[in-house]
């Protein structure tokens, strides 16, 4: 069930490996320190998250995998991140050991969670110095049970108890992520933050609009290198590794005509005089939170007057959606009021022949061939998180206090698009914000970054 430790690499990490070497190696070293670590922040919340799930699937007991390394070329790896869930439900965050697996035992009234990891080969064993993947000479020291038990206040016990524990029971008391109802209710438990996460979310945003305001010192480098795109985009990777764990997504540093491919991140492209820059990126923050934040800029710091058109009406769109976010509201009601406002300026400018009534109906909506992705999606640990909740939990749902999405209508015209005129060709806005529900209306997290056009122009003139 669990995978087993890599072995090493023949020839490069298993010499010399003599009874001379061994002793040699093992010996010599000062004494380990031994201080436990204070209980995290999220200890507490994690574990309530832990109780809720364990009442909605009485008498069983539920394996939640935190995932194993995955490889990006041979014996080399991308940076571990662990799944969702796990780390939602542990507190445990990037500082996770990978393979960990978290058990929730839900038969008694009293669940009882146990946490299961590999602790790192010690000094005394040929894989201190021979294992690539679990040799403290390779990997640096891991914590210990006692430690991650104190931090994450959970009991814990070493990995390769877990097949004997799990081969005792039967098959139909155990469920795993793989479990499609299991999977679906740990995404709808993070539909509404609690306050460990909103605080997290302030600072992932906090951490993303410091990487915006790299981006605008940047752009002068940018326009000067053949691949500008670039300059961007490493800009803001740089504020995420600082300032967080890593990216919550590829960044999307799309100038030009690029910013009409809505997942654009080859990022290869020059960075132009006169064109817009269309900037979707997020810091990712140790607890694994992270922000999805779109603004689009004029490179050289005004709007022409297309632009300008183009970029109010995409902001119009976007204060149409967050005049009506309260609770109560539906999710979905959200997308229908930006696009409202998307079909209205389709007609008015002429690119469609059609009534508005008939323009908003379903079967129609024409006005989509330059709008085609929805307005919100919710916002957490995942950069489009609760993906697997019900319809009727996420975009049929009434808004709650404490849920956190994004608002961030876009228009792209293709710079082949024939059914505008030349000068829209190869225009792409998008503005997004990310939003926390509030008793009365919404928050805009990311109000710190300036969304109207004049002000994104006072902003770049100071930046700069």
């Known amino acids: 069930m669990t995978d087993k430790p890599k072995k090493p690499v023949s ?13 040699f190696i093992s010996a010599g070293w000062a004494d380990e320190t031994s201080k436990l670590p204070a209980k995290a922040d999220a200890a507490g919340y994690a ?31 991308y940076r571990y991140r662990a799944h969702t869930s796990f780390a939602h439900l542990t507190g445990w965050g990037a500082k996770t050991v990978p393979d960990s697996v978290l058990v ?11 946490l299961f990891f590999r602790k790192t080969a010690g000094r005394e064993t040929e894989e201190f110095f021979t294992n690539a993947a679990i040799g403290e000479f390779w990997v640096g020291p891991r914590p210990g049970l006692d430690s991650v038990a104190a931090l994450l206040d959970i009991e814990t016990h070493d990995l390769a108890e877990l097949d004997e524990l799990l081969s005792k029971l039967p098959d139909d008391l155990v469920l795993r992520l793989s479990d499609a109802d299991l999977a679906q209710f740990l995404d709808e438990l993070r539909l509404v933050k609690d306050e460990y996460e909103i605080e997290q979310m302030r600072g992932a945003v906090a951490a993303s609009v410091e990487g915006f305001h790299d981006v605008i010192r940047a752009l002068p480098k940018a326009i000067n290198h053949e691949r500008g795109e670039r300059v961007i985009e ?9 300032d967080g764990n890593d990216l919550g997504y590829e960044t999307i540093a799309a100038s030009g005509s690029h910013a009409c491919i809505l997942h654009w991140i080859q990022n290869d492209g020059p960075v132009r005089e006169g064109d817009l820059l269309l900037l979707d990126a997020g810091v990712e923050l140790e607890s694994l939170y992270t922000a999805d934040v779109t603004r689009t800029i004029p490179i050289t710091g005004h709007f022409n007057p297309t632009q300008r058109k183009v970029y109010e009406a995409v902001l119009e769109a976007a204060d149409a959606a967050f005049a009506i976010a309260k609770p109560g509201v539906l999710f979905q009601e959200l997308h229908e009021a930006a696009m409202e406002v998307i079909a209205k300026k389709m007609i008015e400018w002429g690119f469609i022949d059609i009534t508005l009534e008939e323009a908003l109906a379903g079967d129609r909506q024409l006005h989509r ?12 640990m995942d950069v489009h998180d609760c993906d697997k909740a019900r ?8 808004l709650r206090e404490g849920m956190v999405f994004t608002i961030e209508p876009g228009l792209y015209f293709q710079p082949d698009d024939l059914r505008v005129p030349e000068e829209f ?24 970054l300036p969304r109207h056009p004049d002000d994104v122009e006072a902003w770049m003139a100071a930046t700069a």
């Not at 539920?62 to 080399?76: K, Q």
């Not at 319809?391 to 009434?398: F, H, I, N, T, V």
């Open 47 to 77: 574990a309530k998250r832990r109780a809720t799930v364990a009442e909605a699937f009485p008498g069983k007991i539920l394996v939640i995998e935190a995932g194993g390394n995955v490889t990006r070329s041979n014996d080399t790896e």
């Open 369 to 380: 061939r330059w709008m085609v992705h929805g307005t919100s999606h919710h916002l957490g």
């Open 425 to 448: 060709r190869g225009i792409g806005v998008r503005i997004e914000d990310d939003v926390l529900v509030t008793e009365f209306g919404v928050e805009n997290l990311t109000a710190a």
């Open 391 to 398: 319809k009727e939990m996420y975009r049929e749902a009434p």
């Open 104 to 114: 929730i035992d839900a038969r008694a009234h009293a669940h009882h969670s146990q």
């Open 11 to 23: 020839g490069r990490t298993t010499s010399p490996n003599s009874p001379e070497f061994m002793k």
């Open 234 to 242: 490493t800009a803001f990777f740089a504020r995420a590794r600082m």
